[in-house]
């Protein structure tokens, strides 16, 4: 009997360990396939991302753009003429954005329409669109002088007559007979309501709203923090800040 019990207990003892090796397998290969399918997922969403970040980036296409075409990191502003914070962000972020970043060649800066203060804030809008299918970098001399001569958000100050006559006192390089015959028969409404819908579709509301590679600023008004995401982008592209 004792000889049929050892051999009974070597028969579960090598059951057992069997046992154990199947399940640490089946373990191993759990835990194999959880990897792969997070690193799947993983790798989906970082190509999801990618491709957002490059369906934003295409939005300056065909848009006012200043500094170096090549330049390795894009800077797309979203702003409505009327905003006051779009003014502040214009005479206090802008200028710093240009001395550092625009002027040296890392970043080039696309300005789209999100015109949606007022009827006279699309006015405006239709303004900057005519003045830049003149002359490209005539745009970035209305962008300053809009800024710099807006006036209450809640008055209706963007009419025809005041946009020619900044134009004529502050933007160099123009037609500006073409620019008032632009203005008054809404030449270029739809081209502002497509950059208007293109903001929509990214779930912009509230200007100015800036992206950087494709990344959204939380606070544009911060510099530090635009800052921080423009030299990011420049270490993702290979460039020093």
């Not at 405006?124 to 745009?139: L, M, V, W």
């Amino acid at each position: 009997m004792g000889k049929k019990n050892r051999t009974k207990k070597k028969q579960t003892v090598s059951y057992q360990a069997k046992r154990k090796k199947k399940d640490m397998r089946m373990l191993t290969m759990v835990t194999v396939g959880l990897v792969v399918l997070i690193l799947a997922i993983f790798g989906i969403a970082q190509l999801a991302a990618d491709g957002q970040k490059e369906e934003i980036n295409r939005l300056a296409q065909g848009q006012p753009v200043l500094g170096d075409p090549k330049a390795p990191v894009t800077l797309i502003e979203f702003g409505d003429f009327k905003c006051p914070v779009c003014k502040r962000f214009e005479e206090t972020v802008f200028p710093l954005l240009k001395k550092e970043y625009i002027d040296t060649g890392k970043v080039k800066m696309a300005f789209l329409n999100m015109q949606f203060i007022g009827p006279d804030s699309v006015t405006a809008g239709i303004a900057g669109e005519s003045i830049y299918r003149q002359n490209p970098q005539a745009f970035w001399q209305f962008y300053d002088a809009i800024y710099r001569n807006q006036q209450d958000e809640y008055v209706i100050w963007a009419t025809p007559e005041f946009l020619v006559q900044l134009a004529k006192q502050h933007v160099s390089g123009i037609d500006v007979k073409r620019l008032e015959q632009d203005i008054r028969t809404r030449k270029y409404e739809a081209d502002v309501q497509r950059d208007m819908d293109s903001g929509k579709k990214l779930g912009i509301n509230s200007v100015p709203t800036i992206y950087v590679n494709g990344k959204k600023v939380d606070n544009p008004l911060d510099y530090n923090q635009l800052k921080q995401a423009l030299d990011q982008a420049l270490q993702e592209s290979g460039k020093k800040g």
